[in-house]
């Protein structure tokens, strides 16, 4: 029999954010289980398989390094938007990520904030009013690679939000 999962398309999740927040790190963390000292600058697209992904879907993970706009964009299915929670969050840039291309190709997203090993704080009283503007925002995360908090919520997250949308982009009377 046809099982809904065999109708659900690939899962694909690309990280984007500010130099140095920590993208790279979360991606090799969660595959190896570790945080990795050293870096390189933009991780292989790593794809998850199918069987290991608690949805059931197979999950690439595309990193991304640069300060040109990423076009590869267009091809993912989630973004995730990376911060460090030890930075003042620059809304300016903030803003510039999220309407640059998640909005603008109507993808869900995700605000991450890495490096929480780092603070004692939460983010999230500067994160609320953002995550209150744009209704693209599916969820938001505090994580660290470093000591491995949340790193594989979050890719859960985003799975879910390519699988299971909640946001109103997917209100039947906004989708033609
Ligand atoms: P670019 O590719 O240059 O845009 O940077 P990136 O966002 O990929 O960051 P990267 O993973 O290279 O990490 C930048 C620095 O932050 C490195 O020195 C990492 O070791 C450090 N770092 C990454 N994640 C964490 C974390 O969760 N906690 C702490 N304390 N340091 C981290
Ligand atoms: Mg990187």
Redesign the pocket.
């Not at 065999?6 to 969660?30: C, F, Q």
């Not at 600058?41 to 990423?70: F, L």
């Not at 470093?146 to 919520?153: C, G, H, P, Q, T």
């Given at each position: 029999p046809l099982r809904a999962t065999d109708m659900k398309k690939d899962v694909r999740i690309l990280l984007v954010?500010e130099?140095?927040?920590?993208?790279?790190?979360?991606i090799m963390s969660l595959v190896s289980e570790e945080f990795p000292?050293e870096?390189p600058?933009?991780a292989e697209e790593i794809t998850i398989p199918a069987d290991v992904t608690p949805e059931r879907v197979p999950t690439h993970i595309v990193?991304y390094?640069g300060n040109k706009c990423p076009l590869v964009g267009k091809s993912a299915n989630v973004i995730c938007i990376?911060y460090a929670v030890n930075n003042n969050i620059n809304l300016m840039s903030f803003t510039f990520l999220i309407t640059m291309f998640p909005v603008y190709f109507r993808l869900p997203l995700i605000l991450v904030g890495?490096?929480?090993?780092?603070v004692e704080y939460s983010s999230m009283e500067t994160i609320l009013p953002i995550m209150n503007q744009y209704t693209e925002i599916e969820t938001c995360v505090e994580c660290?690679?470093?000591n491995l908090k949340n790193i594989s919520e979050l890719f859960y997250y985003a799975q879910k939000a390519v699988l299971h949308p909640t946001g109103p982009l997917y209100c039947p009377e906004e989708k033609e």
């Amino acid at each position: 029999p046809l099982r809904a999962t065999d109708m659900k398309k690939d899962v694909r999740i690309l990280l984007v954010g500010e130099p140095r927040v920590g993208k790279t790190s979360l991606i090799m963390s969660l595959v190896s289980e570790e945080f990795p000292e050293e870096v390189p600058p933009r991780a292989e697209e790593i794809t998850i398989p199918a069987d290991v992904t608690p949805e059931r879907v197979p999950t690439h993970i595309v990193d991304y390094s640069g300060n040109k706009c990423p076009l590869v964009g267009k091809s993912a299915n989630v973004i995730c938007i990376v911060y460090a929670v030890n930075n003042n969050i620059n809304l300016m840039s903030f803003t510039f990520l999220i309407t640059m291309f998640p909005v603008y190709f109507r993808l869900p997203l995700i605000l991450v904030g890495n490096k929480s090993d780092l603070v004692e704080y939460s983010s999230m009283e500067t994160i609320l009013p953002i995550m209150n503007q744009y209704t693209e925002i599916e969820t938001c995360v505090e994580c660290s690679a470093k000591n491995l908090k949340n790193i594989s919520e979050l890719f859960y997250y985003a799975q879910k939000a390519v699988l299971h949308p909640t946001g109103p982009l997917y209100c039947p009377e906004e989708k033609e």
